[in-house]
């Protein structure tokens, strides 16, 4: 029903940008919440950010307490594209990145987080962080 397919990963140094796309096809909806996950090998997955898109207007965004401030979350609905822009990347960056979504806005940071409320993902791309 919907496909995710991300692109942009890549190696960089500490204190260098990234910009991951990720390209929606299939149904469209006129609400939903697109959320960025990243996983280190034997770690969990950890929240990275969300986008809320309320049917007119992109709303609220949100931020895992580890990149806020250097990431910044992004979506062109005409082009059914959300981004992760990454700024000042740090080694503990380095994960495979993948977005995932769900038909619903999330209200409250907690729902925005819950990687098991998310329902189509993509493949995932890897970002490694050098020192």
């Known amino acids: 029903q919907v496909q995710l397919v991300e692109s942009g990963g890549g190696a960089v140094q500490a204190g260098g940008s990234l910009r991951l796309s990720c390209a929606a096809s299939?149904?469209?909806?006129?609400?939903?919440?697109m959320g960025w996950f990243r996983q280190a090998p034997g770690k969990e997955r950890q929240f990275v950010a969300a986008?809320?898109?309320?049917?007119?207007?992109?709303?609220?965004?949100y931020y895992g307490n580890s990149v806020e401030g250097r990431f910044t979350v992004l979506v062109d609905n005409a082009k059914n594209t959300v981004y992760l822009q990454m700024d000042s990347l740090k080694p503990e960056d380095t994960a495979v990145y993948y977005c995932?979504?769900?038909?619903?806005?999330?209200?409250?940071?907690?729902?925005?987080?819950?990687?098991?409320?998310?329902?189509?993902w993509g493949q995932g791309t890897q970002v490694n962080v050098s020192s």
């Open positions: 995932a979504t769900k038909r619903a806005l999330s209200t409250v940071l907690t729902l925005a987080a819950a990687s098991g409320t998310y329902v189509y």
């Open positions: 299939g149904r469209r909806f006129t609400s939903y919440t």
């Open positions: 986008i809320e898109w309320n049917g007119w207007n992109a709303g609220t965004t």
